[in-house]
T-cell receptor
């Protein structure tokens, strides 16, 4: 039973560029959430997708956008990259009902030069 | 605002001893809590969850206690093993009809041989 998979594992970009990160949820899960984790900090919620729509959003600017596909996989897009966007980006999947555990992938380490 | 914090940033215990990791939360409306374990280079791994209508839940070698009166959560790990060394996060889910997890900064648990 495959868990949550993310790609790529590492990525290096320069300021001003755009990036797309990808996530495949755990088998049977229909909800995908994205988190940003700075070094030494806990993950911070970016947004959540359910039924191909953004259901909830955290305190992140519009430069952060996402998409969910009919097969429940998801993408996170970040435009106009800033140095402060350097972080580990985590994807978590869950069932759509409330209060279901979210299961995380191992993340994409994004470095901005 | 919402916040989840931890009393101790680091905890060191002897192998075979029990460990207790504490967590305070501020949103009294939160109705679901999860403990995660994160090893270096990996994403958070689900350990155990508890809903607000419970005050205790047990898993394999782990117990979570919830005290809603003082908004406190703890994770007890019995008979610690070297593989328990990791950063532990508590996370709360707000009760606003969403699955937005709010994480604390984490506690680093080190198991001494």
């Amino acid at each position: 039973d495959a868990g949550v998979t993310q790609s790529p594992t590492h990525l290096i970009k320069t300021r001003g560029q755009q990036v797309t990160l990808r996530c495949s949820p755990k088998s049977g899960h229909d909800t995908v959430s994205w988190y940003q984790q700075a070094l030494g900090q806990g993950p911070q919620f970016i947004f959540q997708y359910y039924e191909e729509e953004e259901r909830q959003r955290g305190n992140f600017p519009d430069r952060f956008s996402g998409h969910q596909f009919p097969n429940y996989s998801s993408e996170l897009n970040v435009n106009a990259l800033l140095l402060g966007d350097s972080a580990l980006y985590l994807c978590a999947s869950s069932l759509g009902q409330l209060n279901q555990p979210q299961h995380f992938g191992d993340g994409t380490r994004l470095s901005i030069l | 605002g919402e916040s989840v914090g931890l009393h101790l940033p680091t905890l060191s215990v002897q192998e075979g001893d029990n460990s207790i990791i504490n967590c305070a939360y501020s949103n009294s409306a939160s109705d679901y809590f999860i403990w995660y374990k994160q090893e270096s280079g990996k994403g958070p791994q689900f350990i155990i969850d508890i809903r607000s209508n419970m005050d205790k839940r047990q898993g394999q070698r782990v117990t979570v206690l919830l005290n809603k009166t003082v908004k406190h959560l703890s994770l007890q790990i019995a008979a610690t093993q070297p593989g328990d060394s990791a950063v532990y996060f508590c996370a709360e889910n707000n009760a606003q009809g969403a699955q937005k997890l709010v994480f604390g900064q984490g506690t680093r648990l080190t198991i001494n041989p």
